[in-house]
């Protein structure tokens, strides 16, 4: 069997678990708005258990009806009305082989409903919250922290009436635990604040409350950070602390992940951040518990997975997003289908950028059936065609494999090599995840034996012998309104992969301070002993319709890597000697370098080859970025909704 490390049972406490792969806790929003479980809910993780994961856990769910929840649709195990619903959920679940658990939490001042009363350890705001919402937290007082302790324990005791398998007290990523744990949002005087055994106090009669409520058999797990990443929050030494006070209190394990919201490049990396993160930190809670510990953040392939078990860094692994992606990923990784998981991306994009933070239901670039399982499925169509697909890129290769799967006889027309657009990322360590998705789309076109032709589809071409056409072809690079100088090494963002050899070493300047100007510098800034500077005309970089998160985090990733930036300079001239800008007072200068890339997005596609398909009596549907630029969510999404049309 692959991977075997991920297939060996595991135990936790007295649970045994078919294999050591831990579905983490993803928001899913939707719940109704009374915190009780929908068919959506249940459809949703029955899907996960069928995808042959060990143990499910289910999202963070609000204990208590006074602040205690974070968000819109989510779960609430906060009285006796939900535990039906709860019940329902854990049978679907278990019905599937998985164990299933469900994670308990308190927002603190991570509230995203801005609504009052919004309580914490203290009154240590976080200004994503109160600056659109007015709100600021108000710290617990004596009694309120004794009622959210009750409220934990009569919580836990829901999840045990609901049968659950386990249950896991959410004490990190940022939520009012661990606003009582890091001294970054503790400032409080009494027996809850100051030294790290107050600090703590609340956590610890939070775990005797559960154990006061449930039998000794019924299963408890703590999430926590390994460190917040705050220069003056928690620390490995007080995370390892505080792991063996929760072995010795009855803990059963320790889900060790990291960071918290205000530092969200850690608690959910993009794909600009390395993987697996936090294995320095679990490592040392490992080194000191008797109790399990289960590896979290970042893991995203069975290799990294494998890797962990094997060298004894971690007991479990637990993997969040990568499951949002590909629900299927235990049983292809245990069967040897390496090649046929969907890979997440770590873009932040379908999940929350246009998922939870635009107050919808969780979504997936790469996956368009989450949270809507199986109301999407891919069928025989009534009728197979000979279809045409033009483009090898994202959005081709996806509509190829769904218009194959729905019987169709189907050709695709790319004259270079595979991927696309995506080819870019090929031998980058930044932009590795996409290059995976590279590697997955391609095979899946290739196992499924569908033609390929290396040649560029005309009019002529799609018009010949097919019965409809996809049109895939992307979008052209925005061209550059300055001058280029005879002589003058310019490149466009595609280019540089292939010319990196070339690169290194030398002084390179990119022209374009959008998503695609700034992912370039960070891959340029890898090749040994290259300077890069990037130029941008406009006052910040990022102006654009980025996902949020690049554009809080890149312009510090940038820096890290040591890539200059110029903002309010107008690039004028790629000349042999560097790139001629100027200001709006009319200043210039000259940015030395041996080479420019031209990384100014992409503009629309013309309509010129539909119109002609068209014209000879071909049906025509244009799908990703050759029917409006978009992101890779765009190019994946249309390309399977207008595949199962045809």
């Known amino acids: ?56 856990m289910v999202e963070y769910t609000y204990v208590d009806d006074d602040a205690s929840k974070s968000i819109h649709g989510q779960p609430g195990a906060a009285n006796q009305n939900h535990v039906a619903g709860l019940g329902w959920l854990a049978d679907e679940v278990r019905s599937t082989g998985a164990a299933i658990g469900l994670q308990l939490v308190h927002c603190g001042r991570q509230k995203f409903l801005g609504t009052r009363p919004m309580k914490s350890a203290s009154s240590s705001s976080w200004n994503v919250i109160e600056a659109p919402f007015g709100v600021r937290p108000e710290p617990l007082t004596l009694d309120e922290i004794a009622g959210v302790v009750q409220s934990f324990g009569e919580a836990a005791q829901r999840a045990y009436q609901a049968r659950f398998d386990l249950v896991e007290i959410h004490a990190g990523h940022g939520y009012m635990i661990t606003n009582f744990l890091s001294p970054h949002t503790n400032d409080r005087t009494d027996a809850y604040g100051g030294s790290f055994e107050n600090r703590a106090r609340i956590l610890l009669e939070i775990i005797d409350a559960v154990r006061a409520r449930v039998p000794r058999d019924f299963p408890l797990s703590v999430r926590m950070s390994v460190t917040d990443y705050e220069p003056d929050g928690i620390s490995i030494e007080e995370s390892v602390r505080l792991a063996q006070l929760l072995a010795e209190r009855g803990v059963d394990v320790i889900h060790a992940s990291g960071g918290h919201h ?5 608690e959910v990396s993009s794909w600009f951040m390395p993987r697996q993160p936090h ?16 590896a979290s953040g970042s893991l995203v392939t069975p290799e990294i997975a494998g890797e962990i078990l094997d060298s004894g860094s971690a007991d479990f692994v637990s993997l969040g997003r990568a499951m949002l992606a590909d629900p ?21 994009d379908g999940c929350l950028d246009r998922g939870i933070d635009a107050k919808r239901s969780v979504g997936c670039t790469v996956n368009p059936e989450v949270a809507e399982e199986g109301r999407y499925p891919v069928e025989r169509a009534p009728a197979a065609k000979r279809v045409a697909v033009a483009g090898g890129g994202p959005a081709g290769l996806r509509a190829a494999a769904v218009l194959h799967d729905r019987g169709h006889a189907v050709t695709v027309f790319e004259p270079g090599e595979l991927g696309g657009a995506l080819n870019h990322a090929v031998g980058s360590t930044v932009k590795q995840d996409l290059a995976a998705l590279r590697v997955h789309l391609a095979h899946e076109v290739t196992r499924r034996g569908i033609e390929v032709r290396a040649e560029a589809a005309d009019a002529t071409a799609l018009t010949s012998g097919f019965d409809e056409v996809v049109i895939a072809t992307g979008a052209p690079q925005r061209r550059f309104a300055g001058e280029i100088a005879d002589g003058a090494l310019v490149l466009l963002p595609g280019e540089v992969t292939a010319r990196r050899e070339e690169l290194s070493g030398h002084h390179v300047v990119v022209v374009g301070g959008g998503f695609q100007g700034c992912e370039t510098a960070l891959r340029l800034a890898e090749l040994p002993g290259t300077s890069v500077t990037l130029v941008e005309s406009g006052e910040r970089l990022l102006r654009g319709n980025e996902v949020k998160y690049d554009a809080l985090m890149l312009p510090g990733r940038l820096a890290q890597a040591g890539v200059g930036v110029h903002t309010g300079w107008e690039a004028v001239c790629a000349a042999e000697d560097g790139v001629r800008v100027r200001a709006a007072s009319g200043a210039e200068k000259l940015l030395v370098a041996d080479a420019a890339v031209l990384a100014l997005g992409r503009e629309p596609a013309g309509t010129g080859l539909a119109d002609a398909v068209r014209a000879a009596g071909v049906p025509v549907s244009v799908v990703g970025s050759a029917a409006r630029p978009g992101r890779v969510y765009d190019a994946l999404h249309t390309a399977f909704f207008t595949a199962r049309r045809i």
């Open 328 to 348: 299927d990923w235990t049983n292809k990784a245990l069967s040897g289908r390496r090649l046929e998981i969907v890979p997440c991306i770590r873009c932040n």
């Open 1 to 56: 069997m692959a991977f075997a490390s991920l297939s060996r049972p595991g135990s936790i406490g007295p649970l045994t678990l078919r294999n050591r792969v831990v579905k983490s806790s993803n928001t899913t929003g939707t719940c109704n708005p009374d915190g009780t479980v929908t068919q959506r809910t249940v459809n949703h993780y029955r899907r996960l258990g069928e995808g042959g994961t060990g143990l499910v």
């Open 262 to 266: 205000a530092r969200m490049e850690w």
């Open 279 to 294: 294995r320095w930190g679990w490592e040392k809670i490992k080194a000191a518990v008797p109790v399990p510990v289960i």
